[in-house]
């Protein structure tokens, strides 16, 4: 079964500060992960996906993550965090299944 | 460059009244997908379907109907709604088939739905 557990429903960092988000999946078989921001009112945008081609990949608007099977991890990092980077953001697991399964989301807070 | 749109954006409907939500896609995607969002659940799957005339239960499709009514246009159909539907939905379309490994999904903008 595959599951995704996203560290902190809420972050706070300062413009200018590195972000951290957390994703830690639970996946049977090798898995494929994506993240996905959600801007107020809008729909989910990928920002970046692995699929085991390499373990850091990088994303648009800054941001990447590495994949790390020995911490079932895929943390998702931005070194220097701009205003326009507060949104929503959603960490998703695929297998190989009709079934996505979504994070239940950390929204960042970017304080001036 | 359209993506995948929906209507209505905002809806409001009384308890037991029916509606549809339309959804069409302009990238030529086999697959679409209905899902919906609730608060501190992430997106949960309602209905997909992998092609034309083809469709399929997702993780929650009770009280839901849809139809894939050729490649573009996928909708969405409470035929009585219920508070418990109170949701915001979003169509979504990808070019693979639901299960092929690293498939990646196009989310629409979303369509906010009150049930009173």
């Known amino acids: 079964a595959q599951s995704v557990t996203q560290l902190g429903s809420h972050v706070s960092v300062s413009e200018g500060a590195l972000v951290l988000l957390r994703c830690n999946y639970s996946s049977s078989v090798p898995p494929y992960l994506f993240w996905y921001v959600q801007y107020p009112n809008q729909g989910l945008q990928l920002l970046l996906k692995y699929t085991s081609a390499a373990t850091l990949v990088k994303g648009i608007n800054g941001f990447e993550a590495e994949f790390k099977k020995s911490e079932t991890s895929f943390h998702l990092t931005k070194p220097s965090a701009h205003m326009s980077d507060a949104a929503e953001y959603f960490c998703a697991v695929n297998s190989g299944t009709y079934k996505y399964i979504f994070g239940t989301g950390t929204r960042l807070k970017v304080l001036a | 460059n359209a993506g995948v749109t929906q209507t209505p954006k905002f809806q409001v409907l009384k308890t037991g009244q029916s509606m549809t939500l339309q959804c069409a896609q302009d990238m030529n995607h086999n697959s679409m997908y209905w899902y919906r969002q609730d608060p501190g659940m992430g997106l949960r799957l309602i209905y997909y379907s992998a092609s034309e005339g083809t469709t399929d239960k997702g993780e929650v499709p009770n009280g839901y109907n849809v139809s894939r009514l050729n490649k573009r246009e996928f909708s969405l159909r409470l035929e009585s709604a219920a508070p418990s539907q109170t949701s915001v939905y979003f169509c979504?379309?990808?070019?693979?088939?639901?299960?092929?490994?690293?498939?990646?999904?196009?989310f629409g903008e979303g369509s906010w739905l009150t049930v009173v």
């Open positions: 979504a379309s990808s070019e693979a088939a639901p299960g092929y490994p690293g498939n990646t999904i196009y």
